[in-house]
């Protein structure tokens, strides 16, 4: 395991870490920032929360919880069992989701907001659902979304997703691929990018960023970080870059 040491540990408030040898630069020497959905740009898991209406949100939430933590290495098939737990849930239980429990994390809009002022562009990419990640896009004025989309019948969830042209599950290789594709549609090396996550399905695109963030993180997440933060909001990432 690499160490971790706190940033300025005399000027800053505790709860924020960079890796031993990582020299972050500049907000604006990056061009492009990837964002995960759940528990890392909102404070819920969607999924979890939709299961309620059927009754299942402890069961889903318990596979969820151990798919984050990496006890459950296959996102893939986690994410459809659980997905298929999900038959019968009307569509306005979604909506439900959205207006009474889903919020932006501590310091969401502050980081997105600075980083498209430094001319980044800004990614979420999911393995959550479309329902949810198009809302924010609109929201957050986000660049790019890529998230798994739910097939939904007579105003009910099917228990599938629906396949896209890049496959059916963002898991943690989609993610990476995606981190990588759109670096190289802005024609930015990879090393211009920051990645920020919570879980071990958003390790891959952490390891292919210049910059990874790991955000009130899993511990074997947090472990594979550049930075880590452990305490207050997103925006504390901007602590730890050096001003221009």
């Known amino acids: 395991m690499r160490d971790l040491l706190p940033v300025q540990p005399d000027l800053l408030p505790p709860g924020l870490f960079l890796r031993q040898g990582v020299a972050p630069r500049p907000l604006p020497d990056y061009r492009l920032i990837a964002f995960d959905m759940d528990s890392t740009l909102i404070d819920i898991e969607c999924i979890d ?9 402890a069961e889903v939430a318990a596979i969820t919880e151990a798919t984050m933590r990496g006890d459950i290495p296959d996102f893939r098939q986690s994410l459809l069992a659980r997905v298929a737990l999900l038959q019968g849930v009307p569509v306005q239980a979604l909506q439900a989701v959205y207006d009474t429990r889903l919020q932006l994390n501590p310091g969401a809009e502050a980081l997105v907001g600075a980083c498209r002022q430094a001319g980044l562009k800004v990614l979420l990419v999911s393995g959550g659902f479309t329902f949810f990640a198009e809302r924010l896009r609109q929201r957050l004025g986000l660049d790019f979304v890529r998230s798994n ?22 898991d943690g290789a989609v993610k990476r691929a995606t981190l990588l594709d759109v670096a190289s549609l ?35 997440v947090r472990e594979q970080a550049d930075v880590a933060i452990d305490a207050g909001g997103l925006d504390r990432l901007l602590q730890v870059l050096p001003r221009p």
């Open 49 to 57: 929360e939709i299961a309620e209406a059927v009754g299942k949100k």
């Open 149 to 170: 989309l739910l097939e939904i019948e007579h105003g009910q969830l099917t228990g599938r997703v629906v396949p896209q042209a890049w496959g059916d599950v963002c």
């Open 186 to 220: 802005l024609g930015v090396a990879p090393t211009a990018t920051i990645a920020v996550g919570d879980g071990s399905n958003d390790i891959p695109m952490m390891q292919a960023a210049g910059l990874s963030v790991a955000y009130h993180a899993k511990a074997r």
